[in-house]
């Protein structure tokens, strides 16, 4: 008889427990508030996960929440585990967690163990792979043979396998840009041959990024200045154009600003900058430092820079200061007659052997320190 009393209890109890959880449901303002209580849980504990095993900040963790669940700390463990395994640093793996949360759900050994072995397989070394996938998380939620491995094929089609890997490391976005064909038959339609553009690939990966327009405006640009696409001289001034190219007038404007306080024209800086177009992307200091030493201090008229703009691009310590020291040394004891009779480009332009053997062996009779003026051991005041 008691037992009999305890099931019906039991089964009474189920039934109003079952119409609570019915009327809990039906009624919206307490289903808004089950609801509210249920998806504070959630997240708290998705959060609290990416906080304490991810590294990552508080504000981080709840915006990555907004479009994260964390299935299972088991799986993502293993995911964590995984990254560890291969070498990435715990900053690198808190970088990858924050821009593709979603990987913490995935199978390691399917999803992420494929994609690195192909980059090992192609030169990526262990610390370039985790330099690589830090910078560009979202190369690891692409597909592999849709998109990565085909991206590759068609790099390594164009430059080498060094330059490709390069390529990769320096620009994974490469590998899910929509620009990157439009951009390239563009280029072939302005006259760039292949070696060229595969240059321009090498040194400026970023160039086949921008929309198709304004790679246009550069390619545009570069001609109205007299550039020859079939050069790799025209490569070189698209890779200033395009360093920071919202910024590149700015930068320009300011260079020209600079060179013209040196009694420079507009057509001296078009002239310079289609010889060696690196002189426009210098530093104000550098140029100011290079100008003043050459200038000022050695006396070459600042014409000869114009004709010889390469010099902006070469060591003031290493080359420019102990070559020109030399020069003056052979100019005080009469050896030369005037400093305006040594070219810049004979000057600066040869290798050291060529350099030593020109200026420096061939006066060393005359001069016997010379060599010591050279290498900086000697002052010009003390020969």
Not at 40 to 68: D, H, M, R, V
Not at 92 to 106: D, E, F
Not at 275 to 295: G, H, Q, W
Not at 322 to 340: A, F, Q, T, W
């Amino acid at each position: 008889m008691l037992r009999t009393l305890r099931l019906c209890y039991s089964q009474c109890s189920s039934i109003v427990a079952a119409s609570r959880i019915t009327f809990f449901v039906q009624h919206p303002i307490l289903r808004r508030h089950l609801s509210s209580e249920i998806s504070e849980i959630q997240p708290n504990f998705t959060i609290n996960y990416l906080i304490n095993s991810c590294g990552l900040s508080p504000k981080g963790a709840i915006s990555a929440s907004k479009w994260f669940e964390l299935q299972s700390t088991e799986r993502a463990d293993s995911v964590l585990s995984f990254l560890r395994t291969h070498g990435f640093s715990e900053i690198q793996i808190s970088k990858i967690v924050r821009s593709c949360t979603q990987l913490l759900n995935s199978n390691p050994e399917k999803t992420l163990l494929p994609k690195l072995e192909f980059f090992r397989s192609n030169g990526v070394s262990r610390e370039g792979l985790g330099k690589l996938l830090a910078n560009y998380p979202r190369i690891l939620s692409v597909s592999l043979e849709k998109q990565i491995v085909p991206t590759y094929k068609f790099l390594r089609s164009m430059i080498s396998e060094k330059n490709a890997v390069s390529v990769l490391r320096r620009g994974s976005w490469f590998i899910y840009s929509k620009n990157l064909v439009p951009n390239l038959e563009m280029l072939r339609e302005s006259g760039m041959p292949l070696p060229c553009i595969s240059l321009l690939l090498a040194r400026q990966p970023t160039a086949f990024a921008l929309k198709p327009k304004l790679l246009v405006e550069v390619v545009d640009r570069i001609e109205q200045m007299g550039f020859n696409m079939q050069t790799s001289t025209s490569v070189h001034a698209m890779c200033v154009l395009l360093v920071r190219f919202n910024d590149s007038n700015s930068v320009w404007n300011r260079n020209c600003e600079v060179y013209k306080r040196w009694g420079w024209s507009e057509d001296d800086v078009l002239f310079a900058f289609r010889r060696y177009p690196f002189c426009m992307n210098k530093s104000e200091t550098k140029i100011a430092s290079v100008m003043d030493f050459l200038v000022n201090k050695m006396g070459w008229p600042q014409r000869s820079i114009v004709k010889y703009p390469t010099v902006m691009g070469l060591s003031m310590e290493s080359r420019i200061i102990p070559r020109c020291l030399v020069v003056k040394v052979l100019v005080l004891k009469g050896l030369i007659k005037e400093i305006e009779n040594v070219g810049l480009s004979s000057l600066l332009a040869p290798a050291e052997e060529c350099f030593l053997d020109k200026f420096v062996f061939r006066y060393i009779d005359e001069v016997p320190q010379l060599l010591s003026v050279y290498e900086g051991k000697v002052e010009i005041q003390d020969v």
